[in-house]
């Protein structure tokens, strides 16, 4: 279960986004700006694709400390069901595995406060 492990670590570190500013909301190369949670982590997505209640959609998250860490994560949302599968993730531009790759494809639940709720959110609508 180390993904779900990832997966929420991930949903902590990117929770508590505040309100988007309009002018940074704007999309650049596709790319909309979803918010920044209270260490300062900016999250972006850009939508891949539709196909009736799925979303396709790439979460890019800006770390604002010095470790230059920059995740890139692709998922697969519902947007029914309020669930979504990581696809591929990336950390620094290397490919993030997971234990036997088990649970990189499998659906999860979102919950209220996660970050993942604002960035299905506004992949979705």
Known sequence: MRIRSYLVGLAVIASSFIAVNPVEAQS????EYVGT???GTKSYIRVLGRKGDLVKYENKLIMSDASGINDLVVLMGDCKTWRVKMIRSLKNGKEVKTEDGVAMNTWIDIMSGWAFNDDLNAACF
Request: a positive charge.
């Open 28 to 31: 650049r190369n596709g790319w």
């Open 37 to 39: 949670n209270k260490v």
